[in-house]
């Protein structure tokens, strides 16, 4: 009875403070800043391929789902694109882009897209010919 009452008052403290979480105003900042420049893509593929597993962190084409204004997932994912736009961008293509050199690296060894954007985002699922697929079009659109 005692662990009933505990567990009880632990599932109210808890929807109690996910209530809190939401008057953060922290992630709901969704705001897509204008296109400036796109790399000149290899081919549709390429950008589609790019558009559906890197575009919602690494551009200003951010899709932002419902769950994406429900703390704390919305903390999470401002926290992603904010720091997935200022290390690569393929929405300000001219301007400097620190971890372009990378991409390839990160690509091939399957760290992008994370896992976790995987499990919510059925489009960033690449299978082992799209990976490659989509390393041939990078590779051909970026020059290296």
């Known amino acids: 009875m005692f662990l009933l009452k505990l567990a009880r008052r632990a599932l109210f403290a808890l929807a109690g403070l996910l209530v809190l979480a939401q008057l953060v105003p922290y992630g709901r900042d969704h705001s897509n800043p204008p296109v400036l420049s796109e790399p000149l893509w290899d081919s549709a593929r390429t950008r ?83 990976r490659s697929e989509l390393l041939r079009g990078l590779r051909a659109s970026l020059g290296r």
């Open 48 to 130: 589609q391929l790019v558009a559906d597993a890197c575009f919602d962190c690494h551009s200003n084409r951010t899709r932002w789902p419902w769950y994406t204004n429900v703390a704390p997932a919305s903390w999470l994912i401002q926290r992603d694109v904010d720091r997935g736009r200022e290390e690569l961008n393929f929405s300000r293509w001219r301007q400097s882009q620190p971890e372009v050199e990378e991409i390839f690296e990160t690509v091939s060894e399957g760290e992008m897209p994370p896992r976790s954007y995987e499990l919510i985002q059925g489009t960033a699922r690449l299978s082992g010919s799209e």
